[in-house]
C-alpha cells in the first residue's frame, strides 16, 4: 500500500497524438501533497486526454510522449498491467457521469464495500464498517441496500466518490465532477474535493467552470484545441486574465453576465393557479402559480427531483395537473407552446438527416424553406450542417437548430428544460443570447428551467425557486 | 474504477444499415439465383417434373437429364426447380403475412398501451404457448396434404416474433423526448412512424424475416419428410428426400441434391443478414 510520504503527480512535455497530428500538449505540471490542480478548459479542449494520458487508458489509435511520475515513479514506460495497478490505490478517479461507472445491479454500499476489501484490502468485516464510517460521512445513511438506478444523481455521485477514495489513494483525479448537478450539491461536492488537499492529498481537477476553479483555488491550466493558454496560480489568473480566450471563458461564467432589462409588458399568454405535480403518490411542488406575458422570460429553478421536467410538461399539456389548471390564451394555436430539451441529440429522430426533420415541420406548418433559412442564419448557422445528421454536429449547434425547428411552428410559448446544460460555457453564453434576441425580437415568451441560480438570476426577468414540497 | 472511454471529440456517424461485407454479397447473390429459379420453375430446363419413365430410373447426369432422373425415371432438375418454387413461395408468402400483422399490432400495442397492449400480450403469449410444431400438425390433420394449411400454420406460429419485437423496440422509441418533441411540432402519426420507428426497427425487422423466411423452408420440407406436408408426388424437398431414402447407397447423389437445396437455402437467407443488428 502506498500511503506514501510525499504523494506527488509530476507530467513532463506530456503530448498526445492521433497519426501524425498533435491533439495535446507539450502539457507539463507538478502537483504535491496538499496541493490543487484546476485544468479548465472546454469540450475538445483536450482536459480528458490529458486525464488518461495520465492514467494510461487513452484509446488504442491515441499514442502519448513525454513523462509522467506518480508518486516518485515514473508510470509512462510501465506495462498496461503495472500501470493498472496503481489505480485506486496510488491515483483515484472520479469518473464523471457516475451513473456510468457504477455497476447498476449491485448494491450501493457493496460497491463501496467491495473497494474497500479488494483495493484497500481490509479484511470482510473491516470493509463493512469502512463503508458505513464513508456513508455516514456523506450522508448517504439509507441508501446501502439500493441499486444506483434508484440513487439521485448527487448520490450517486458520492456512492462513485467513496468508492474512488476507498482505496485510500494519496491523489484523486476528477473529471468533470459538478457537471449537471444542481446548485446545492455543486456545493456539496466542490466540498468534498476541498477537504482531499487539507487532508494532504494530492487533487486534480478537471472542469469548464470558472465557479470551480475559484473555489478549489491552488494553480490552474487553461487549455484550448490541446494548448496551454495560461498557467498560473488559479486566483491570479481568473482576477487579471491576460489571454483573451481566457477572458471569454470567464465572461461565459453566468455570474459575469449583465443583468436583463425589465420584463416586456405584453398580453398574458399563459397561466398557471394553484398547480400541484406529483409522481405516484408524492407531491412534489404545491401550490405553483404563473402569469406569463408574451416576451416574457421566466427562471424556474430548484435542486433535482423536485419535479421541474414534470412542471414543464404540465404547462405543455403534456400531462394532467394533479390539482389546479394551466390555462392558454384564446389566440393560441394548438401548436403554440413548444419544448427544448436538455440533451439536444435525444430530441431529433437520430436516424434522420436534420434537414429532412426541418423540412416536415416547415411542410406541415406550410413554412417556406427560406424562412426556416432565415432562421438558421439568425442563429448563427450554416445552412450546410443539415446534410448531416444529429450525432454529428456539435450540442451547441444542434440546440440552435432545435430552437430553428420550433421557430418554424410559431410558437408563442417555449418552454426549455435545462437547454444549455450540456453545453460548454461559452457556448451556452451564445445559445442563451442568441435566444433571449431572437425571443424579444418575435414576442415569445420563455420559460426555462436551470439549476444554475446565477443564470436565472442574470438571463431571466423573473425567477421563481422551487422548494420540495414535503 | 476508471471510466475514461470517452475522448473529446466527434462521435463517429451513427450505422443503422452496415455495409455490404463479402458474406452477405454471397447470401444476396444465392437468394437471386434461388429466387430465379423459382420464378423460371421447370421451364428453365423444359422438363415435365411429373412424368414418369422407369426405364429411365436412377440415370446419372446427361445433356437431357441435367441432374440425372429419380427412382421414377422423373428429371431431377425439373422437381428441384418445382420444390424451389413451393417452398420459396410459401416462405415469402408466410414471412409477408406474419410480418405485416405482426409488425402493425407491435405498432399499435406501443401506440396506445394500456388494455390494447395488455389484450394483444396476452394473445401474442397464448400463441407462444403453443409448440409451432404442434400448431401446423393440427392445421394439417385438419386438411391433410393441403398447402394451405401449412402456410396458415407457418404463418400463425411466426407473427409473433414480429409482434414482440416490434412493440419492445417501439415503446422505447416512443418513450423518447425525439418523439414527444415531434408530436409536439405537429407531425402526424403516419410521419412519426417513418422517421422515428421505421429507422430503428427495419434492420432488426428484416433480421426476423430472413430467419423467418429459413424457419418456414425448414418447417416445410420437415413436414414432407414425415409425410404430414405436402403428399407425393408433388416435387417438394422433404417429400424427394424420403422418396430417395431407400437408395441412398446406390445413388447417394441423388438424396443429396433436395438436401443440399435445403442447405443452400437456408444459407443464402442467413448470409444476407449477416452483420445485420440483431433484434
Redesign the interface.
Known sequence: MTLSDAPSIAVDALSVFFGATRLLGPVSFRVAAGETLVIMGETGAGKSLTAQAILGTLPKELRAEGKVTINGRQVDTLSPTDRSALWGRDIATLPQEPWLALDPLMQAGRQVAEAHRYVAGLPPEGARNACVRDFETLGLVGAERRLPGALSGGMAQRVAFAAATAGRAPILLADEPTKGLDAERHARVVGLLTQVPKDGGALLVITHEAAVARALGGNIIVLRDGRVIEQGQTDQILAKPQEPYTQDLLAADPQAWPRSGTAPDGAVVLTAEGLAVTRGDRVLIEGFDLSLRAGERVAVTGPSGVGKTTLLDTLAGLIAPARGNVQRAKSLGRHAVQKLYQDPPAAFPPHVPLEQSLRDVARLHGVTWDRVTEYLIALNLLPDLLERRPDAVSGGELQRISVARALTVGPVVLLADEPTSRLDPITQRQTLELLAGITEAKGISIVLVTHHAAIAENWAHQSIELKSAT | ???????????P??R?WPRIRPARGLGFTLLALLALCAVAGPDLVGQDPAKQSLLEARQPPSADNLLGTDHLGRDMAARLLSGAQLSLSLAVLSVLTAGLPGTLLGIVAAWYGGWTDRVLTSFADAVLALPGLLLVLMLAAISPGSWWALYAGISLTLWVEYFRYTRQRARIVMA???V???R?????PG?IIR??LV??IGPGLLTIAAFGAATAVTAVAALGFVSVGVRPPTAEWGVMMTELLPYWREAPFLILQPVACLVITVLALHLSVGGMRRP
Open positions: 474504477m476508471t471510466d475514461f472511454t470517452q475522448i473529446d471529440a466527434m462521435p456517424a451513427r443503422s423518447e423526448p425525439a414527444e418533441a415531434s409536439l411540432l405537429g407531425l402526424t410521419l422517421r422515428h429507422p430503428e
